[in-house]
């Protein structure tokens, strides 16, 4: 099992920055994925980053490139969401989850932490 805890979220104007963190207990996270994903009022759930807990990679969708960046810290077992030049359209609560490399499916869920740009 692996326990997952979002916090870092809350109002920040159009342009501002914030930094979620999902720190993380249970089992090794030897040969696990690392993913934050979002959900906006009235829509589907979103892939945001994900990160290799072994090797480092990174993914991140295309449209948060440059905006978005995925972390880790190894040794406090903390993942990492910063956050640079949010728009309102990134109000959303966020999301930590976990999974093995070997599955498709991220297993383990966080209860999310709000996001909310406004001027």
């Known amino acids: 099992q692996v326990q997952v805890q979002e916090s870092g979220g809350g109002l920040v104007q159009p342009g501002g920055s914030l930094r979620l963190s999902c720190t993380t207990s249970?089992?090794?996270?030897?040969?696990?994925?690392m993913g934050w994903f979002r959900q906006a009022p009235g829509k589907e759930r979103e892939f945001v980053a994900s990160?290799?807990?072994?090797?480092?990679?990174?993914s991140t969708t295309e449209s948060m490139k440059g905006r978005f960046t995925i972390s880790r810290d190894s040794a406090k077992r903390i993942v990492y969401l910063q956050m640079n030049s949010l728009e309102p359209e990134d109000t959303a609560v966020y999301y930590c989850?976990?999974?093995?490399?070997?599955?498709?499916?991220?297993?383990?869920w966080g209860r999310g932490t709000q996001v909310t740009v406004s001027a």
């Open positions: 990160i290799n807990w072994n090797t480092g990679d990174t």
């Open positions: 249970g089992r090794t996270l030897a040969n696990f994925r």
């Open positions: 989850s976990a999974r093995h490399v070997l599955f498709d499916t991220y297993e383990y």
